[in-house]
Nanobody, 118 residues
Framework: VQLQASGGGLVQPGGSLRLSCVAS????????MGWYRQAPGKQRELVAR???????HYANSLLGRFTISRDSAKNTVYLQMNSLKPEDTAVYYC?????????????WGQGTLVTVSS
């Protein structure tokens, strides 16, 4: 199973970016999919998560600016990021709980760098 994240880059404060993450491989089913981020010198933190039942969870500080969505048919999760701030600069990682043979395992993507700077 592989998670491939894309969409990061350099953006000015106030700008927007849309991240995508596609899961591929011998996948039986996917439960949760989500995004985490890690800024320099800080711990990895939850950004947003989409559970298989459609429930979403966001970091409180990001509510209203970030929106997670999911295309289950494509095993893809998206993160729309608006009104970006310099403090949003981080490596963004996608995560998924994937079942290959009935048990679920956490998988991580390679990370995509988001830099918010003028």
């Amino acid at each position: 199973v592989q998670l491939q994240a894309s969409g990061g880059g350099l953006v000015q404060p106030g700008g927007s970016l849309r991240l995508s993450c596609v899961a591929s491989g011998s996948i039986f089913s996917i439960a949760d999919m989500g995004w985490y981020r890690q800024a320099p010198g800080k711990q990895r933190e939850l950004v947003a998560r989409w559970a298989s039942g459609g429930t979403t969870h966001y970091a409180n500080s990001l509510l209203g600016r970030f929106t997670i969505s999911r295309d289950s048919a494509k095993n893809t999760v998206y993160l729309q990021m608006n009104s970006l701030k310099p403090e949003d600069t981080a490596v963004y990682y996608c995560n998924a709980k994937v079942s290959v043979d009935g048990d679920y395992t956490d998988y991580w993507g390679q990370g995509t760098l988001v830099t918010v700077s003028s």
